[in-house]
Structures are given as structure tokens and as C-alpha cells.
């Protein structure tokens, strides 16, 4: 909460170039792998105009709250895995400003309980988005209920 809004979108724009260097890294498929090492270097451009503005009005360099050394890429492979783990471990976490609580330790004005009710006055939206669906192996990639439809399910 105290970085300024510089340095929130150097994040944003260092955490671009990671991502699609990683994508880069993993591709096997030549053709692909020029496409990503191209949207890399249009991120690398946009973090190198916004290192301008960042070092002319903050004047501070990046390597105050960026690592020396990034971690390996992240790998683009199936995580359904970790999803899991985090649901089963942090589906009753709530956040209260920047730290998690459990739900239970939430009070009837916390700006997450607010939200809630607000978002899910007419019904969860999630439960709207899931209603019919019907998982088919293999439909990760894309669209599972036309891949469904489609399968005949």
C-alpha cells in the first residue's frame, strides 16, 4: 500500500516482461516461439518508456524494490494441481486491508463483506457462469461447454 503509483506499473510492466520471457523460454514450436519473443520485446519497449518517465519524476531507480535475480519462469503447464491445494487450504481466507483473516473473524461492515453482499444480491455469480456445465477431459484450452455441447453432453 505505500508504493506510488510509479512504481505499482513498474511492477506491472517488469511482471509483463517476465511472463511473456517465460513464454519464450518454454515454446517449442519455432514459429511460436518468434511470436512471444516478439510481444517480449514490445514489453521490453514499454518498460524501457516507462523506466524514463519512472526515473525522471521519482527519482529513484527500480532496483530499490526489484530483485537482483528473477525466479525461473513460471511454468506454463497444468496447475490444476496448486488450484486445488489453494482452494482446499485458502477458500476461507478473507482479506481485511492487507492481511488475510478467517472468515469467521469477519465483522458485519469489513469492506470484503460489504462487497459480497453487494456482488451477490441477485444471486453468486460464479454459480450463474458454472450452472450446466460439464466438465469433458481435454476441454482445459477452451470453452468446456461448447467443448461439451459439442461432445454431445
Known sequence: PSESWLEKWMCHELTEVYNYWG???QEANPRVKKIWERFLDYELWKFQEWLEVFLSLEKRVPEEFVPATLPPP???ASQRTFVRDVLENEVHLRAKGAHFIPMSQE???DASVRYR???NKDGSPSETVAAGYVYVPGTELGSGRRSAARAGV
Open 23 to 25: 513464454c519464450a523460454e
Open 74 to 76: 513460471i511454468q506454463f
Open 107 to 109: 465483522g458485519p461492515n
Open 117 to 119: 453482499e453487494a456482488i
